[in-house]
């Protein structure tokens, strides 16, 4: 199961289900048939995907870059939100997990706006830096591999529009960010992006507690 919005009580959680989210029944069938895949806690809430979608309405981005596709349930959230014109790349290594992606992509019919870029993120991230000189997306969502998050980031800033937004997932990685103790490699990470982000004085932050945590950084200049 997904991580979900933790401050909620369980019959709360279930209210904010039934009344704050509009799950469609093709995002539906995606977290059902995920939810059979052993990683399946990986794939965002469906009250994060619905605060994803209201970003997409509000900020209406022409390009959007993420990375870290998995079965592609942000990607298809932030597909059906997104209008005719938007064109999203979504960053991802797992061939099985984005076959499905792809599935559910056609599926939809937004398979024209979506492009897979299949191997290393950071790979990805250096051809599309190449390609496009930078300040190339109006929204990014970083949701990969938590050891690499300070390594992302600098490239992932250049990449970024000037006003353009970052979201960064699993900031508060189930609480061991703030637990002195742990020091494995993907706490560190996420906890060194967590210090980045604060001390950049080019981005405006707010962390947000949904699900993980998730904060909107906003490249200021
Ligand atoms: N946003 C997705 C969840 C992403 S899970 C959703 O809402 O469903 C994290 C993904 O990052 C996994 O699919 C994993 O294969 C991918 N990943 C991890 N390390 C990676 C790397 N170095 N390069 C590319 N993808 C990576
Ligand atoms: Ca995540």
Request: proline fraction near 4%.
């Amino acid at each position: 199961m997904t991580q979900t919005t933790g401050v909620l009580d369980e019959r709360m959680y279930q209210y904010l289900l039934d009344f704050g989210t509009r799950e469609e029944s093709l995002l539906k069938q995606l977290r059902e048939e995920t939810s059979r895949d052993p990683m399946a806690r990986m794939q965002i809430s469906p009250e994060q995907g619905q605060f994803m979608k209201m970003l997409v309405w509000l900020l209406n981005p022409k390009s959007i870059l993420e990375i870290g596709t998995f079965t592609g349930y942000s990607s298809l959230c932030m597909a059906l939100a997104s209008q005719e014109d938007c064109k999203i790349v979504t960053c991802d290594m797992d061939e099985t997990w984005t076959k499905t992606a792809n599935r559910y992509w056609s599926e939809a019919g937004v398979d024209d706006k979506v492009e897979l870029k299949l191997g290393d993120a950071m790979d990805s991230i250096r051809a599309l830096l190449e390609s496009t000189g930078g300040e190339s997306f109006d929204l990014i969502f970083l949701d990969a591999d938590k050891e690499n998050y300070p390594n992302y980031y600098p490239r992932l800033k250049q990449l970024l529009k000037p006003g353009g937004l970052m979201l960064i997932d699993n900031v508060f990685w189930s609480g061991k960010v703030a637990d002195p103790t742990d020091t494995s490699e993907p706490t560190a990470g996420v906890r060194e992006l967590n210090r980045l982000l604060l001390e950049d004085a080019e981005m405006d932050i707010s962390m947000i507690p949904l699900s993980d945590g998730l904060t909107l950084a906003r490249r200021s200049i």
